[in-house]
Every structure is written in structure tokens, then in C-alpha cells.
């Protein structure tokens, strides 16, 4: 059996017997030269990094384009590393699934060293400080997803962390939220020489460059006003010149490992397919499954320099401007996947769908993202040049989603649903009030959408049956507004959904000021009528 370790891969001939491509450099090598020269720094050390970015940065090694690895950095679920990274000598199995069914096997060695920023590991967040210090470092990506951005609650108070962060956290120890971790790691820089370094957001939302720039801000300036940092650095950070926030859009569909890819490494003669789920809740194992389609766009902007990234184009890496990256991520994030990708798995968990590929076949749930694609996004979307974004729908709802080989889920998909509406149904909305030759009120589809999210949030399937949610920061306090809304009573509705829909921090605008929240709620007390409602209203809704 092909063991995932150090010494496992020194075996080259038992991993070719098993149709598994091995990295063309020196592991061990590149470890050393992930140490001493560190120059790319990931935070976020999930399954989309290690399926996706870590395997860019292997292209670039195998080409000999690249000496110096990526180090992994744990902000927040230390687990990881415990469980997946050491035991496996931070080494990863990617395993591309195409639809024809063939499975493209590489052993991913492009993480050179892996560290946690955890009060509990001094030793490595010390390491972690002398990279930061390091003037060969020249940027840090993210995959932290959106939640690890935010560092304000639902009303829009500060956390009780991130308080104590801003009391305690310049003064040297290490801070308790991942955003003050990121600004405790760049003061380190600051006071050690300044030098220049780009964090590059790789997150799956608009603007992602802002959002980490005005946390990281946000921390820092209260640093200052505390006298646990000097002005010198808040005025460091804010200048473009020598650390950069670019923006970035991702697109790669990177689901849950699976127990079927599982069962098929070992029948091939892969040892390491333990599947592990963390007290965190994440989903992670060995190995990586995910599409092969996939794309990353970025603003060039590297006031230290970068790795070659704009020699990956044929792996789907582009470097443009910042208008060309908010046109595509507009593109995607908006319209042509991510809102299709919501609905879907609002409606999927209601109807007790567990694929998404199987999704594609029921006709109500594929006319409705078929409307909310080519009907009620293409509207608004602006051709960004590099990706015509007809052609890019059209590969997601005819090839992407119904791949029956990625077994991706409504489930894993709903995970924190509440920081998503802003930017995959909030936009449009936005737009169609703003835009006089558009009608906000010829809107139907994204509507019934958002009812459907308010209809989920009952923690109830068709069946009126209970189902369990996916995990969502502002779970509980969503659902406190519905606790006296029954199923089966829509007169029991009466103005629960006014808090959600009214809320200018989920969904970006106040959905009644925009003109659609009576629409939501009658949707949405159609759906509470009794069993079977959800099917009958999007079938009458969309079908008819």
C-alpha cells in the first residue's frame, strides 16, 4: 500500500504501479527552502487550498519556476495540522474528478512547512513571527472563508475576543481572533524593517482585498489609539506601496472528501484515506476531491514581488487590474454560480436531496437556476474580457453541476448562508433598483430563493419532519425571530421575517425599502402551509 508520508514517496515505481503522479522535485529539498527562504505564506489550511492553490504552486515547482514552498498557517481550527498536516508530513493526495468518471490522481508536496498561531504552541508562533519578519517573504494568501473576515457580531458589536484584542493583543502574545493574529503578524513586519508584502484574499466573496484590509485596520487603529502601536504603523499598512490588499476571485468546486473516493484510493492501493472531521466541524481528510474546472483571477498588485502566477494561465490563473477582477468575480459571485449554488441547496435541504448533481435533474429546481442565471442575474452582469460570462453559465448548468462524480451536497453548501446573501442576491437586487431600464418588481425567482433560506431556517424539511442545519454564525439569533412561526399556520407568520429581511447586514439592503419583502413573505407562508408546500410553491412558482 502507497503511504502518504515523507518516506512513502521516495517509492516512486509502487505509486506509477497505482496511477498516482508523484511531484518532479526534491521534497526534502523544498522543505529546507520553505524554511530558510520563506516567500509565500497560505492562511487557511482546508481543502480548497490544498486542492487547488497548493496545486499551482506545484505546477510552478515541477517546472522549476519555483524553489521555495508554501508554509501553511492555522488561525483558527488547529486541528487540521494535528490530524491531517503532521501525520502526513504536510503531503496531500488531489484527486480531480471529471464527468466521464476518470479520477486524475497527484500527490500535491507543495507545502513545505505548516504552523499554527496558537497561545498554546509559543515555539511556532515564533517561527511564525521571524517569517513575518522575513524580508523574502513576498505575500500571503487566504482561504479562511467569509466568516473569518468578520470581527463584529450581527448588530454590529465588536466580539468578545476581539475586545480583549484590542486591549491586549500588540503587547506580544497571541491574539485571540484570526484578524488580529493577521495584524499582530504584520506589526511584526513592520518593527523588523517594514518591508513590503502582499495579502492577497483568495475568499469566494466581492471585494475580498477590502474586507481584509478594513479588519485588519479596524484592529490596528485601535492598537494606536491604545499606545500598544505606533502611528508609523497604522500609516505602514494603509499605504498600497507597501502592503497591498489585491483583490481576487476563485472558482473551483471543492466538496467534503468523500467516502466513495475513499474506497476507491484503497482498492487502488492508497494506504492514507482516513476520513476526519474535526470538534470544529471540518471536513477534511488525506486527500482532496474536487472538479477539474477551475479559475483564479487576481489583482497583479505585489509591492515585493510574487511567484510567476502569470505563467498558470493554462491552470486558469489570470493577472489583471482590479476592474477586470470585480467584472468576473461580479460575474461569478453574483450571477453565474454562487446564487445558483444558494438556491439550490436551500431547496435541496428542504426536498431531502443529499447531490447536487441529483439536483440538476429535478425540473423545478433546474428551471429555477436557469431563470436565475440567464433571466434574473445576466441583466445586470458586465463582460469582464477573459471570461465571456454566457459561456461560463453555460459550463456550470450543463457540465459543473451535474457532474454525478463530485459528491458535493445542499448541506456542505449551506454552511453560513447569512454571509452570503448580501453578495449573491443582494447585489442584483441592488442593481435592478438603480437601474432605470430595469424592474425590480419583475424579480421572482431570487425572491422565492430568500423565502425558501426563511423557510429553511425552521430547522423543518417538506415533511414538516425535523432536519438538521448547516452551521451558520447567526443561527440562533435567526431563529429566534421564527420560534412562534408553526408549521401548518401561516396567520402564525405575522412580522417574524421583519427583522431578517429588514437587515441591512445580511442581505446588504433593506428588502422592503427595495420593494420585495411582502413578496418574500407571501412565498414564504405558502411554503408553511402544511406538508408538501415547498414542492408545491416552487413547482407553481417556477414551473408554471
Not at 469566494?204 to 482585498?209: A, E, I
Not at 515585493?304 to 494561465?313: M, V
Not at 444558494?342 to 436531496?353: D, K
Request: proline share 6%; hydrophobic share 40%; glycine share 6%.
Amino acid at each position: 500500500m502507497a503511504k502518504l508520508t515523507k518516506e512513502g514517496i521516495r517509492d516512486k515505481k509502487q505509486w506509477e504501479q497505482i496511477g498516482i503522479k508523484l511531484p518532479n522535485f526534491d521534497f526534502d529539498a523544498l522543505c529546507e527552502q520553505t524554511k530558510e527562504h520563506p516567500r509565500w505564506a497560505h492562511v487557511g489550511p482546508g481543502n480548497i487550498f490544498r486542492g487547488f492553490v497548493a496545486a499551482l504552486a506545484q505546477k510552478l515547482l515541477d517546472e522549476g519556476k519555483m524553489k521555495s514552498g508554501i508554509t501553511a498557517v492555522s488561525t483558527f481550527d488547529h486541528q487540521i495540522l494535528d490530524m491531517i498536516y503532521n501525520p502526513y508530513d504536510n503531503l496531500a493526495l488531489q484527486v480531480l474528478m471529471h464527468a466521464d468518471g476518470q479520477l486524475d490522481k497527484t500527490v500535491i508536496a507543495s507545502i513545505g512547512d505548516s504552523l499554527r498561531a496558537d497561545a498554546a504552541a509559543p515555539e511556532e508562533w515564533d517561527r511564525l513571527k521571524k517569517i513575518f519578519a522575513n524580508p523574502e517573504l513576498q505575500m500571503v494568501s487566504f482561504t479562511i472563508t467569509e466568516k473569518g473576515y468578520h470581527i463584529k457580531g450581527m448588530n454590529g458589536e465588536f466580539y468578545p475576543a476581539v475586545l480583549d484584542d484590542f486591549k491586549n493583543g500588540a503587547l506580544g502574545g497571541v491574539p485571540n481572533n484570526g484578524m488580529s493574529i493577521i495584524a499582530a503578524l504584520l506589526l511584526e513586519r513592520f518593527r523588523t524593517g517594514a518591508h513590503p508584502i502582499a495579502m492577497v484574499s483568495m475568499d469566494n466573496f466581492s471585494h475580498n482585498g477590502d474586507k481584509l484590509f478594513d479588519s485588519v485596520r479596524t484592529v490596528s487603529e485601535k492598537w494606536v489609539e491604545n499606545g500598544t502601536a505606533p502611528q508609523a504603523f497604522l500609516d505602514y499598512i494603509k499605504d498600497p506601496s507597501r502592503v497591498s490588499f489585491p483583490w481576487s476571485m476563485i472558482d473551483k468546486i471543492t466538496p467534503r472528501p468523500d467516502a466513495t473516493v475513499s474506497k476507491e484510493l484503497e482498492k487502488a492501493g492508497f494506504e492514507s484515506t482516513k476520513l476526519v472531521v474535526t470538534d470544529k466541524n471540518t471536513y477534511i481528510a488525506p486527500f482532496v476531491n474536487a472538479e477539474a474546472p477551475q479559475y483564479l483571477v487576481i489583482e497583479d498588485n505585489f509591492p515585493n514581488g510574487r511567484p510567476p502566477l502569470d505563467q498558470l494561465k493554462e491552470a486558469g490563473v489570470y493577472l489583471v487590474d482590479r476592474k477586470t477582477v470585480d467584472l468576473v468575480e461580479r460575474m461569478k459571485v453574483c450571477t453565474c454560480l454562487n446564487p445558483l449554488h444558494t438556491a439550490m441547496c436551500i431547496f435541496g435541504c428542504l426536498l431531502g436531496y443529499t447531490s447536487i448533481a441529483a439536483e440538476t435533474k429535478d425540473p423545478a429546481i433546474a428551471e429555477l437556476i436557469r431563470k436565475i442565471g440567464y433571466v434574473e442575474g445576466m441583466p445586470v452582469v458586465a463582460d469582464p474580457g477573459i471570461l465571456n460570462p454566457a459561456d461560463f453559465l453555460k459550463e456550470v448548468i450543463e457540465d459543473r453541476l451535474p457532474n454525478p462524480f463530485i459528491p458535493d451536497t445542499p448541506q456542505r453548501i449551506a454552511t453560513d448562508t447569512s454571509q452570503k446573501m448580501p453578495i449573491r442576491f443582494g447585489e442584483t437586487i441592488r442593481l435592478y433598483g438603480e437601474r432605470a431600464d430595469l424592474d425590480v418588481q419583475s424579480l421572482h425567482c431570487i425572491p422565492l430563493a430568500i423565502a425558501a433560506w426563511c423557510r429553511y431556517l425552521m430547522g423543518l424539511d417538506d415533511n414538516g419532519e425535523t432536519m438538521q442545519l448547516s452551521p451558520d454564525p447567526l443561527m440562533d439569533q435567526l431563529q429566534s425571530y421564527l420560534k412562534d412561526v408553526q408549521f401548518g399556520k401561516p396567520e402564525t407568520t405575522g412580522d417574524a421575517l421583519h427583522p431578517i429581511l429588514s437587515n441591512t447586514r445580511i442581505f446588504g439592503l433593506d428588502l422592503y425599502k427595495a420593494g420585495l419583502g411582502t413578496r418574500i413573505e407571501t412565498y414564504f407562508k405558502k411554503m408553511i402551509a402544511g406538508k408538501g408546500a415547498v414542492r408545491k410553491t416552487i413547482d407553481e412558482e417556477v414551473l408554471d
